[in-house]
């Protein structure tokens, strides 16, 4: 995810990626290396498996 440096989801003709797309998800948080730190999975991904 690069939110603060990209515009993607800002315009109404891109919007967020298709469920259907989704083949996976971030389990940590790695830089800076000072805030190393798993992620807090929200209830709306609890469903996308995690890829090797």
Do not use: T
Not at 24 to 49: C, D, H, M, S, T
């Amino acid at each position: 995810d690069n939110r603060r440096n990209s515009d993607d989801s800002c315009y109404p003709d891109v919007g967020f990626v298709p469920r259907k797309n989704l083949v996976g998800r971030a389990l940590f948080i790695y830089w800076p290396l000072n805030q190393i730190a798993p992620l807090k999975i929200p209830p709306v991904l609890e469903g996308i498996e995690v890829q090797p």
